[in-house]
C-alpha cells in the first residue's frame, strides 16, 4: 500500500553532524539503528534449545531498556517467562540489501520481565505506542503481555566482522 | 526539501492540470467557472492536505492493519464493512494537523461567518465513462462553523474507506491503497429547485435525447434516490420536449411541474456549451433556476455497458437511507415477519403424511415456490433491513466519538432473540435432567437411538417420558422445542426428525457443571444499555432527542430480527425438506428409487414430476450439491501454529476442537470444546452455550457467531481462512477473542527435543500437548 510511511523504519536517517560514520563511538551508531528501526529479532530459549521472533520495540531514551508485546499464547512469552537471559538483534539489511560491507547490526542482550499493571506499565506502553501508535489496541489488549527488556550489554556489529561492545550507562 | 506543500487552494486558483491534487469534482467546476458558468466560489483541501493528516495521525498503518489481515480479495463484505467503521472512527478521533486547520481557518475567513457549507468529497481520476464513484464517496452538506467543518472533512476523507467504495474498487480491480481524496468546500445555495442533467439520455444512451431531473429544494434526496423526481425527456440543443413524468411531493396533491419551458431550453443549452467545452456528454448537478442556475457538479455519463456491468448499484444498497429503512421496517417488522411465521406454522400443521400423491405433489410444489419466493424476500428486504443496526452504529460513533467503535453494541443487548429464547428453553431441559435420574437414564438410552421413522420414535419417546413422575413436563417442554425451534433443516437432514441430537446436547448441558438458563451476560467492562442510551442523547442533545430514539429503536429491531429472519426461513425450508423426505419414500417403497437416497430440495421438481405420473417407472434424481470443501493440499502438508481472523467477541479459552459440518457432528459435541464451524447458522446456534470458544471462517462483528457469543459472554475468533480445513477434531487450541488468534496446540519444541526416531511433530503430536 502506498500510503506514506510516518516512522522512519528501514530509512536512513540524517547524519546530525559532518562526522564520518566510523568515527562515531558505539553508542552513536546503536542510538541511531535503534531509532531508525521498528523491529527486532527477540532471542529465547527452552531447555537448550533457541528460538527467534520478530518483535516490534521501542528503546528507552537511556537506551537501558528495549520494550515489545506480545500475545500471551505465543511460545515467546512461555519461553521468556521460563528463562529472562534474552537477546535482540537489529540491523539495517533493508536500507543496504545489496551491500555486505554497510549492513550494521546490534545485538542487545539482558533480562526480560513482564510489565505489571499501572503507572510503570503506562509508562512503557506509551513508549512502544509512540513509536508504533497502530499498536496501541494490541499493547493494551488483555491477552497481550509488556515486556521490557533490561540491556545489560549491546555489540555492534559494522563491516562484516568489526565488533564493538558498549554497556548503557557507560562511556562509549 | 521538495517544494511547499499545498494544502488548501481556492477554487478560483485551481488549473486544468490540478486535477490529481484536488480531484476531478473540484477541477472540473473550476473550469466551467472560468469559462463564465456560473458556480459557487469555495476552495478545496488537497490530496496533500488528507496525506499529510494521514502521516501526523498514524492512519497509514492502521489502514495497512485493518486492510492486510488478509487478501483483500478474501474479505467478506461483513469484514470490509466492519474495518471501515474502524477506520472511519479512527479517522474521526484523530486530530486534523494545526497547520492545515489553519489553513481551512483562513479560507473559511473570506466567507460570512454564518455561512452554511456544502463538504464535499472529489477523489482524484476515479469518475470515468466507464466508472464512476458517485454516491459511494460522502459529502456534507450545510455545515455551518469552523469545528463542524474540520468533523465534516475528517469524515469525507474517511469515507475514501467507506465498505462500498472499497467494494467498488475491488470490482475494477483498483488498488485501495492507491487511492486519495480532496475536499471542496462551497457555501451553500437554498434555491428552491435543484436537480440532475443529462447530455445523453443515460438509459437508452440516445445521442438525439438529453434528460432532466428536478425536486423541490436541495438535490441530495434526488441523488441518494430517496426522492422521486419530476422528469423530462427532451431533444438535445433545441429543448423541445419529448415526454413529462411529474415527481412525487410531499403533501401528494396536484403541483405544477418544477421547471418551465424557458428554464429547460436554458437548462438544454447548458448541457451542449458544457458538453462543447469539456467534449463529452455531460452528466450535470444543478440548482436554481433560469438567471439563478448554478452548476454544483459535471461528470462524464457513465455508459450503459459499463454501468449494466459493475455491481455499484448494488453496494449503494449497503447503505440505505433513514426514509429507505422506515419503509422496510414496516415491511419487514409488520408484514413480512408475521406472514412468513404464520406460513411456516400452517405448512408444519398441514397432515402430508395423510394426502395423496397428487395433493403431495402441489404441496411440494407450493412449498418450492414460498422457499424461494423468500429467499428473493431475504436478499431484497432482509438484508438491507439489517443494515438498520450499522446505521445506528454510525449514528452513535458520530455522536459520541467512543474509543471503541463497538461500544454501540451494549444498546442492543438483552433484545428478545428466538436462539436466546431457544437456548433458555434447552437448558431448562437439561436442568431436569440433572435433577431427575430417572429421567437422565431414559434420556441417555434415548439419545443413543435412531430410528428407522422418526415420526414413531418420537412418539415412543414422548410416551415413554410421560409415564415417568417427573416426565410429562419434559415430554410437553420437548415436543415444543422440537415444534418451536427445531423444525430446521441442516443439509438434508431436518433436525425435528433428529431428536436424539438434541437429546445429546441436553445431556452435555446437564453434565456440564453450573448450567443453569443461559442469560445474556454483559461481557466485562462493557456498559449497561442504559448508560449508553444516556450517552447517546447526551451527545446529541435535545433537539435531535427525537431522531436519535428512532435511530435506535430501528437498529433494535433490525437486530432482532436479523436474528429472527434465519431461523423462520429455516422453517420454511424444512417443511419443503420434510415433503420431499415423504416424496422420496413414498417412491422408494414403489420401488420406483433406490432405497437410502440422499434426497434434498433440489429434487423436489423430478419427485413433483414422478409423483404425478405413477406410471413413469425409476425416478433419477440430479446429484446432490457438495457441500463439503476439498482441502488444499497445503493443508495437508503443513501444521498450523497461529490462524488470524477478527476478535468477534473478547475473552481467551483453551480446549479442544470440535467442527461443526453435518447434523451428525451436533450430535457429538461435548460441554468445553471449541465450535469450530463455516458460519453459525440457525441449526448450530443451540451449541453455542456449551462450547468455551467459538472459531469461524465467515468473519463479521455483526454476524450471528459474533451476536450469540457475546451475549453469553465467550470468546469468538471469525473470518479465519481454513479454520475448517486447517483445524481437526481433537486439536487442542486456544483462542484469543481480544486479539482475533487461534493458537493451536501447546508452545513446547516437541518437535526439536524428540529423539531422530521417535516424535515427528506431526498432526498426531499435537493432540497430545
Not at chain 2, 176 to 193: C, F, K, Y
Not at chain 2, 468 to 481: T, V, W
Not at chain 2, 623 to 652: D, F, N, Y
Request: aromatic share 6%; net charge negative.
Amino acid at each position: 500500500m502506498s500510503t506514506p510511511d510516518d516512522v522512519p523504519n528501514g530509512k536512513r536517517l540524517a547524519a546530525s553532524q559532518d562526522t564520518p560514520d566510523e568515527e562515531r563511538p558505539a553508542s552513536v551508531r546503536i542510538r541511531r539503528l535503534l531509532m531508525e528501526q521498528g523491529y527486532a529479532i527477540l532471542c529465547t530459549q527452552s531447555q537448550s534449545q533457541p528460538y527467534g521472533s520478530l518483535v516490534a520495540f521501542a528503546a528507552s531514551d537511556d537506551l537501558k531498556t528495549i520494550v515489545f508485546a506480545t500475545p500471551v499464547t505465543t511460545r515467546k512469552y512461555r519461553l521468556l517467562t521460563e528463562c529472562e537471559h534474552v537477546a535482540l538483534v537489529v540491523d539495517s539489511r533493508s536500507i543496504f540489501p545489496s551491500d555486505m560491507m554497510r549492513i550494521e547490526a546490534v545485538t542487545a542482550t539482558g533480562r526480560a520481565r513482564v510489565v505489571g499493571t499501572g503507572t510503570e506499565f503506562d509508562c512503557w506502553a506509551g513508549l512502544l505506542t509512540a513509536r508504533h501508535p497502530h499498536l496501541a489496541a494490541f499493547v493494551r489488549s488483555q491477552s497481550s503481555a509488556l515486556v521490557c527488556v533490561e540491556v545489560v550489554r549491546y555489540l555492534h556489529v559494522c563491516r562484516f566482522q568489526e565488533v564493538r561492545q558498549w554497556v548503557p550507562g557507560s562511556a562509549s | 526539501m521538495g517544494a511547499r506543500q499545498r494544502f488548501v487552494i481556492s477554487l478560483a486558483e485551481v488549473r486544468d492540470t490540478d486535477e490529481p491534487l484536488v480531484g476531478g469534482k473540484a477541477a472540473r467546476l473550476a473550469t466551467l467557472s472560468r469559462a463564465g458558468f456560473a458556480v459557487p466560489d469555495g476552495f478545496c483541501l488537497t490530496i496533500e492536505a488528507y496525506q499529510r493528516f494521514l502521516t501526523s495521525a498514524h492512519l497509514g498503518d492502521m489502514i495497512r492493519m485493518e486492510l492486510g489481515r488478509k487478501a483483500f480479495g478474501d474479505l467478506r463484505w461483513e469484514e470490509i464493512w466492519d474495518a471501515s467503521l474502524r477506520i472511519r472512527s479512527a479517522f474521526a478521533a484523530a486530530a486534523v494537523p494545526a497547520e492545515i486547520a489553519s489553513e481551512i481557518a483562513d479560507a473559511m475567513g473570506g466567507f460570512p461567518l454564518e455561512t452554511h457549507w456544502a463538504v464535499r468529497s472529489t477523489a482524484p481520476g476515479e469518475d470515468s465513462s466507464q466508472r464512476s464513484f458517485a454516491g459511494l464517496h460522502d459529502s456534507y452538506l450545510g455545515v455551518m462553523g469552523f469545528t463542524p467543518v474540520l468533523d465534516a472533512v475528517r469524515l469525507v476523507w474517511a469515507s475514501l474507506w467507506s465498505d462500498a467504495a472499497m467494494l467498488y474498487r475491488l470490482e475494477l480491480a483498483l488498488d485501495p491503497g492507491r487511492s486519495s481524496m480532496a475536499v471542496l468546500l462551497q457555501p451553500m445555495r437554498n434555491e428552491p429547485v435543484s436537480g440532475v442533467a443529462f447530455g445523453r439520455d443515460p438509459v437508452e444512451f440516445r445521442a438525439d435525447h438529453a434528460l432532466i431531473e428536478a425536486v423541490p429544494g436541495l438535490c441530495a434526496g434526488l441523488v441518494d434516490g430517496e426522492v422521486e423526481p419530476d422528469r423530462w425527456r427532451l431533444k438535445r440543443f433545441t429543448g423541445e420536449v419529448l415526454d413529462y413524468r411529474p415527481g412525487t411531493r410531499e403533501n401528494d396533491g396536484p403541483s405544477l411541474p418544477l421547471l418551465e419551458d424557458a428554464h429547460l431550453v436554458s437548462l438544454s443549452k447548458t448541457l451542449g456549451n458544457v458538453e462543447s467545452l469539456l467534449g463529452w456528454p455531460p452528466d450535470l448537478e444543478w440548482t436554481g433556476r433560469g438567471d439563478k442556475l448554478t452548476l454544483l457538479q459535471a461528470r462524464p455519463i457513465t455508459s450503459p455497458a459499463a454501468s449494466s456491468d459493475d455491481k455499484k448499484a448494488y453496494y449503494l444498497t449497503l447503505r440505505p437511507g433513514m426514509d429507505r429503512l422506515r419503509v422496510l421496517q414496516h415491511r419487514v417488522a409488520d408484514e413480512l415477519i408475521p406472514e412468513l411465521e404464520a406460513i411456516g406454522k400452517r405448512l408444519a400443521s398441514e397432515p402430508l403424511e395423510e394426502w395423496s400423491d397428487e395433493q403431495l405433489a402441489a404441496a411440494l410444489e407450493e412449498r418450492l415456490a414460498e422457499v424461494r419466493r423468500w429467499r428473493q424476500i431475504y436478499r431484497d428486504d432482509f438484508i438491507p433491513f439489517a443494515h438498520g443496526v450499522r446505521r445506528l452504529a454510525v449514528y452513535y460513533n458520530d455522536a459520541v466519538r467512543p474509543e471503541d467503535p463497538y461500544e454501540f453494541v451494549g444498546l442492543l443487548r438483552g433484545e428478545p432473540l428466538l436462539a436466546v429464547r431457544r437456548n433458555v428453553a434447552i437448558a431448562a431441559l437439561a436442568n431436569q435432567v440433572r435433577s431427575s435420574a430417572a429421567l437422565k437414564d431414559l434420556v441417555s438410552r434415548a439419545a443413543l437411538e435412531t430410528g428407522h421413522d422418526p415420526q414413531i420414535w418420537k412418539k415412543g419417546l414422548l410416551e415413554q417420558l410421560r409415564r415417568l413422575p417427573e416426565g410429562g413436563s419434559f415430554a410437553d417442554r420437548l415436543a415444543a422445542l422440537l415444534e418451536e425451534f427445531l423444525d430446521i433443516a441442516y443439509n438434508t437432514e431436518r433436525l425435528s426428525d433428529r431428536p436424539d441430537l438434541i437429546l445429546h446436547n441436553i445431556l452435555e448441558l446437564a453434565r456440564a457443571a453450573g448450567s443453569g438458563p443461559q442469560q445474556p451476560l454483559a461481557p466485562a467492562g462493557s456498559l449497561p444499555g442504559s448508560v449508553l442510551e444516556e450517552r447517546l442523547m447526551e451527545a446529541v442533545g435535545s433537539d435531535r432527542h427525537e431522531e436519535a430514539r428512532e435511530v435506535l429503536a430501528l437498529g433494535r429491531i433490525s437486530w432482532r430480527l436479523r436474528d429472527n429472519d434465519n431461523l423462520l426461513l429455516a422453517r420454511v425450508e424444512s417443511q419443503l425438506l420434510r415433503a420431499v423426505h415423504l416424496a422420496a419414500g413414498r417412491l422408494e417403497r414403489a420401488s420406483r428409487l433406490e432405497r437410502g437416497t440422499r434426497v434434498s430440495e433440489n429434487a423436489a421438481a423430478v419427485l413433483i414430476e414422478a409423483l404425478r405420473r405413477p406410471s413413469a417407472g425409476a425416478v433419477m434424481l440430479p446429484a446432490a450439491e457438495e457441500s463439503e470443501k476439498a482441502i488444499p493440499a497445503a493443508a495437508l502438508e503443513e501444521t498450523p501454529r497461529q490462524l488470524v481472523g477478527q476478535p468477534a467477541a473478547p475473552g481467551m479459552q483453551t480446549g479442544r476442537v470440535r467442527r461443526i459440518r453435518t447434523a451428525e457432528d451436533l450430535g457429538q459435541f461435548q460441554a468445553g470444546e471449541v465450535l469450530v464451524c463455516d458460519a453459525i447458522q440457525p441449526m448450530v446456534t443451540h451449541l453455542v452455550p456449551l462450547a468455551a470458544a467459538v472459531v469461524e471462517r465467515r468473519g463479521g462483528m455483526l454476524i450471528h457467531g459474533a451476536i450469540i457469543a457475546r451475549e453469553l459472554g465467550l470468546p469468538c475468533v471469525n473470518g479465519v481462512a481454513g479454520a475448517i480445513e486447517l483445524l481437526h477434531d481433537g486439536d487442542i487450541v486456544t483462542v484469543d477473542g481480544y486479539l482475533g488468534i487461534v493458537t493451536v496446540g501447546a508452545p513446547e519444541f516437541d518437535l526439536e527435543l524428540a529423539d531422530v526416531a521417535g516424535n515427528t511433530g506431526s498432526r498426531e503430536s499435537r493432540k497430545g500437548v
